[in-house]
């Protein structure tokens, strides 16, 4: 769906509704580049294809159904092509998790944005299923760490000692205090 919105704009989630076979048409042509490109880049640099990361950030846009009929094919069909797939959402993406559980045997791993609920993820997946989840965004512009140690505190607890790594990329507009609290706190567990 991302790669989706970037070529054809908001209107992908209307043709969604309105337009189904113009989006899957667009869907598969993505998904079979996609595929073409990491076979390529993988010979090329003569490397083994272990897991495949997708992003799908635009999809926590879509309701599970949605999601369901337009994203999971292309994921099912990643999966059965290259490998296991770690699933990338960025977004608040609770709605969409079962959808992924039930209907994506490929998935290995959750790449997930700091909103989504790691307990449901462990409710859903178990302690082992790994999970990378990034800070959020406006916790980590806040030159007061409290907000973003907050959520670090709600996301061990959630966590309940599974495999959790905790990752961000650094933004201009970050708080250099904000990180370096986070990266204490993280250091210490």
């Not at 959020?136 to 973003?148: E, I």
Request: proline fraction near 4%.
């Amino acid at each position: 769906m991302t790669t989706a919105q970037k070529f054809l704009g908001e209107s992908v989630f209307l043709d969604m509704m309105t337009n189904p076979e113009f989006v899957k048409r667009i869907a598969d042509w993505i998904i079979e580049a996609y595929i073409v490109l990491v076979k390529h880049f993988a010979d090329l640099a003569d490397v083994e294809v272990t897991s495949v990361h997708v992003g799908e950030c635009s999809s926590c846009m879509v309701g599970s159904q949605l999601f369901g009929d337009f994203v999971v094919p292309g994921l099912n069909r990643i999966g059965e092509t290259l490998g296991p797939v770690r699933l990338h959402s960025c977004g608040q993406s609770d709605h969409v998790l079962e959808t992924c559980r039930d209907n994506v045997p490929a998935l290995c791993s959750l790449d997930i944005g700091g909103e989504t609920s790691v307990a449901k993820i462990r409710r859903l997946f178990g302690r082992d299923f790994p999970i990378s989840i990034a800070p959020v965004v406006t916790d980590l512009s806040s030159d007061s760490p409290d907000a973003a140690l907050c959520w670090l505190d709600r996301v061990l607890k959630d966590n309940d000692g599974g495999n959790l790594t905790v990752l961000c990329h650094i933004e201009p507009e970050y708080s250099l205090k904000t990180l370096r609290s986070l990266y204490k706190k993280i250091s210490s567990v």
